[in-house]
């Protein structure tokens, strides 16, 4: 890369990594900056426009999932938008505050070179430096370059700045693929194996052909799995048909709507009250104690709703219910919505279900772990991405080392600024209910932050700060990889407010505090 390194350098102060939700997120809160925001496709959306499926939808109700200051046209709608409706509102909030004239499409990001050092080397880069204690994050001059490759050819442009934004999240970019003993992986299966992301790319004529009187087998139970296993049956239906299976590995739950026994989902987790019962980051001693004393409370709210799922979900009959708790699924961001015809197309006799913990290929299909083989001509394999290999691969030594932590978790504070990496923010790494809502909440307070509008703790603190954090992630569920704040992420945002000098409190009076729902339109700017 160094020798197609040009002498001619555009230079500016802040470049956003990414058009999805978290870059338009942040090219709106950082438009005074005039960014420079570089999207490898040639559209915005992101992860909802490249990686979803016609049956795609959002898994939470739409007032859930928007930004601040531009509701959703019909936001009490209580059908969930699909991808194309949240692409079209994305476009138009970028539209209307204008933010789309600082996008450059087709503009792929392949290196990050870091200049900031004392030497303006990566290799220069001290730790005992403190990149970002009690000092301003914008330092006058470029800290990182970025090498840029049109689509349209294959010259690389250099760009510096001194401030980098990474928004290319944890989807839609790296497939998470198995690995196989030898002789035992997709080269020795006759039909076809792709990735979900390979198969997003299919236009709807591609997916049709790919599924239609094929036996096809999903590998993994998530929501792109389900979602799959949908369409594989809709395609399958008539006598010529073939049933869909879904080999799954690890069982996780899923709700049809977001009512319990007739009572909002909301009212267990997403108010003030409801996190109230769960652990969080730097509680004094007496909620520590309180947290311990109404933990039978917690547990009893977690089997009170499995217990609904139980009784209104076939889960008993296909095997399909899981040995952990509701809680850790929700904890982890993994609650997924089901479609409204899944189990019904299961009843029919089109989606089937296979249990194990090891697979591999054979020549017709896919082995279990117990020597069971099953035909297929189609493998479609529901993994998930690895979108930190992403973000590794441009970043140099010895930031590269650092993005992740010895547990495999980002250690960003605020889910936003990793206090060892000088000048760069990542923000769509850390996961919530609504990750819109963690986006644009997280991109206000790096804007004010990069006005010196307040100050940065110190290095060690924000570290602290964030390891407090993961532990409680640990402690809550076995999934905590994830990152999810799902459980405290009403306190996560009162200290974000609180730095920012915000008012903690948001609603009107003390009973909408207690136990109404927070959502992205309490946390409108204060004037």
Not at 483 to 499: A, G, K, L, P, R
Not at 501 to 522: C, H, I, M, P, V
Request: one cysteine or more; aromatic letters at 12%.
């Amino acid at each position: 890369m160094e020798s197609n390194k040009k002498n001619t350098i555009r230079v500016s102060k802040v470049g956003i990594i990414g058009a999805g939700i978290s870059g338009i997120a942040a090219a709106k809160q950082l438009k005074r900056y005039h960014p420079i925001v570089f999207e490898a496709t040639d559209s915005i959306g992101g992860v909802w426009r490249h990686c979803s499926y016609k049956s795609t939808k959002l898994q939470t109700p739409r007032c859930d999932y928007e930004f601040s200051d531009y509701p959703w046209p019909e936001r009490d709608n209580s059908n969930f938008p699909s991808s194309v409706e949240i692409v079209d509102y994305v476009h138009n909030y970028a539209t209307h505050f204008d933010v789309l004239k600082y996008v450059k499409f087709n503009s792929k990001v392949v290196e990050f070179r870091f200049v900031g050092g004392d030497h303006g080397t990566a290799a220069a880069y001290r730790y005992d430096q403190k990149p970002v204690e009690n000092g301003t994050l914008l330092t006058g001059h470029p800290v990182w370059e970025v090498a840029v490759q049109s689509n349209q050819s294959e010259t690389i442009q250099w760009y510096a700045f001194e401030y980098l934004v990474v928004c290319i999240g944890k989807y839609g970019d790296i497939p998470r693929m198995p690995v196989f003993p030898s002789h035992k992986g997709p080269e020795v299966f006759n039909g076809k194996v792709l990735h979900t992301l390979d198969y997003c790319k299919l236009d709807e004529e591609e997916r049709n052909q790919l599924l239609k009187g094929k036996k096809v087998v999903v590998i993994g139970y998530k929501k792109s799995a389900i979602d799959l296993a949908v369409e594989c049956a809709e395609a399958n239906q008539g006598p010529d048909g073939q049933p869909c299976t879904m080999v799954i590995r690890t069982l996780h739950w899923t709700v049809p709507s977001y009512w319990i026994w007739g009572l909002p989902f909301f009212l267990f987790y997403s108010t003030r009250f409801s996190q109230f019962l769960h652990e969080r980051p730097n509680q004094s001693l007496l909620k520590a104690l309180l947290c311990l004393f109404l933990s039978p409370l917690r547990k009893g709210m977690s089997k009170f709703i499995e217990s609904y799922l139980a009784w209104k979900l076939p889960l008993v009959k296909y095997g399909l219910k899981p040995d952990h708790p509701f809680e850790e699924d929700y904890a982890s961001c993994q609650m997924a919505i089901l479609p409204e015809n899944f189990f019904t197309e299961a009843d029919e006799g089109r989606i089937l279900f296979k249990r194990t913990s090891k697979w591999s290929f054979w020549s017709g299909g896919i082995e279990l772990e117990d020597k069971t083989r099953l035909e297929a001509d189609v493998v479609v394999l529901a993994t998930g991405f690895d979108g930190k290999k992403k973000l590794k691969s441009l970043l140099p030594e010895p930031f590269r080392s650092l993005v992740e932590d010895t547990s495999g978790i980002m250690p960003l504070y605020r889910g936003t600024i990793h206090p060892l990496i000088p000048g760069m923010a990542f923000v769509g790494y850390l996961e919530s209910v609504s990750n819109l809502h963690s986006a644009e909440l997280r991109c206000k307070w790096l804007s004010r932050a990069l006005d010196d509008q307040f100050k940065l703790p110190a290095v060690e603190k924000m570290l602290e700060q964030v390891a407090k954090e993961i532990e409680v992630t640990k402690r809550t569920t076995r999934f905590y990889k994830r990152h999810c704040i799902s459980t405290f992420s009403i306190n996560h945002s009162d200290e974000i407010c609180e730095e920012m000098g915000w008012s903690t409190w948001r609603k009107k009076n003390w009973f909408l505090e207690a136990f109404s729902a927070y959502n992205n339109q309490d946390y409108e700017e204060e004037k």
